[in-house]
C-alpha cells in the first residue's frame, strides 16, 4: 500500500528556514496530487500548499502566500515544502498528503505520520 513519510521538521527561530520533505513508497503512478496541511495545537487541519504530481501546478493558502514554496520530484517520489520567513504562528504538526487537486483534506486518500515544526519568537 502507498506510504508517505515526512522529514525535516524540527525547532527555528522567527524569520528563519525549514525545508519538509515527504517520499512516498508503494507507487505513485496513480498520483494525481500531492498537498501540505498542518495543524497546530487545538485548532483544526488546515490547507497551506498544493501541486499536481504530473505537470506541477500550485496552490497556496493565502497566510502562506509568498513565504513557502511545494514542488516535487518525479523521479525521487518526493513532495518538498521549503519554508521561509518563518512565524510564530506557522507552528504546527505539518502532514503531506496524496490525493485529488483539491484544498479539502477529505480529498486526500493517503498521509503521513506529520513532522513538527516550532517557531520560536
Known amino acids: 500500500q502507498v506510504q508517505l513519510v515526512e522529514s525535516g521538521g524540527g525547532l527555528v527561530q522567527a524569520g528563519g528556514s525549514l525545508r519538509l520533505s515527504c517520499t512516498v513508497s508503494?507507487?505513485?503512478?496513480?498520483?494525481?496530487?500531492m498537498a501540505w496541511f498542518r495543524q497546530a495545537p487545538g485548532k483544526e487541519r488546515e490547507f497551506v500548499a498544493r501541486?499536481?504530481?504530473?505537470?506541477?501546478?500550485?496552490d497556496y493558502a493565502n497566510s502562506v502566500k509568498g513565504r513557502f514554496t511545494i514542488s516535487r520530484d518525479n523521479a525521487k517520489n518526493t513532495v518538498s515544502l521549503q519554508m521561509n520567513s518563518l512565524k510564530p504562528e506557522d507552528t504546527a504538526i505539518y502532514y503531506c498528503?496524496?490525493?485529488?487537486?483539491?484544498?479539502?483534506?477529505?480529498?486526500?486518500?493517503?498521509w503521513g505520520q506529520g513532522t513538527q515544526v516550532t517557531v520560536s519568537s
Open positions: 501541486i499536481t504530481w504530473s505537470a506541477g501546478m500550485t
Open positions: 498528503a496524496k490525493g485529488r487537486y483539491s484544498r479539502s483534506s477529505t480529498d486526500y486518500e493517503n
Open positions: 508503494g507507487g505513485t503512478f496513480s498520483t494525481v496530487a
